[in-house]
Structures are given as C-alpha cells and as structure tokens.
C-alpha cells in the first residue's frame, strides 16, 4: 500500500482530459514558430529587395547598373539568412526614374512577395539648372 501512494497515480479522467490539451497546446506551438519563422523571412526579403533598390537606383545614376550584378547582391544578402522559405526568386525591372526590385519566394501554402521602389535622382542636374 505504501508503495502505490508513493508512485503518484492520477485518476483517469485527467488522463483523458490531457490527451485533449496537450495535442492543441503542441500545435499552438507550432503555429507560433511559423508565424514567427514567416515574418522573419519577411523582413530579410523586405530589407534585401530595399538595399538591392538602392544600390541600383545609385548605380543607374552614376553608370548604368547591370541586371545581373543586382541580382547578384540580392542573393548575396538573402544566402543563409532565410528560415521558412529558402528559394527566393527576384526581378528587376527598370522605368525612366525608378528602379523595383520585386522578390518572391513560395513553400507550400506560403507564398510571399515583397517590392520596393527606389527613385533615380540626379541632383547634379538640377544643382546645374538653378546656377
């Protein structure tokens, strides 16, 4: 009899109670880290499509920015860094005074896209203008 007590038995109906719980508790978790996981891959895309916008709104300014070396900084900043969705894809598409980098990534159900635009300003030739 001392020995039963000891071990710490719980009736049977918290047992089946529990069986309930636990599995939602669990997929509660689960959605709380791929939500977070989604919105980290969110904000790496975000701030990459933006600093690669920049970068070809100043390199068009200056000599003509070539499609694929932007390309080529984009992935640079987004390699390792994605935890989710890890095959992004981006396209670059240029106007008169603007550049948007618009970036893709897609697993499963999830699917992101993210642009930024970035305006090509020369300065040096209004400075001129108003002289």
């Not at 070539?66 to 989710?84: D, M, V, Y």
């Not at 240029?94 to 992101?112: P, S």
């Amino acid at each position: 009899m001392e020995e039963s007590e000891s071990m710490g038995y719980v009736s049977g109906s918290t047992v089946v109670e529990m069986s309930y719980i636990m599995p939602l508790i669990l997929l509660m978790f689960v959605l709380i880290i791929h939500t977070v996981f989604y919105f980290y891959d969110r904000a790496v895309l975000n701030g990459a499509a933006a600093e690669t916008a920049v970068l070809g709104a100043e390199l068009e300014r200056r000599h003509g920015a070539e499609e694929e070396n932007l390309k080529e900084f984009f992935e640079e900043r987004t390699s390792g860094k994605l935890i989710l969705m890890t095959n992004p894809s981006v396209a670059i598409t240029r106007t008169d005074n603007k550049i948007q980098v618009t970036a893709m990534v897609q697993k499963g159900r999830f699917e992101l896209e993210v642009r930024q635009r970035a305006v090509i300003v020369n300065p040096e030739e209004k400075i001129r203008w108003i002289k």
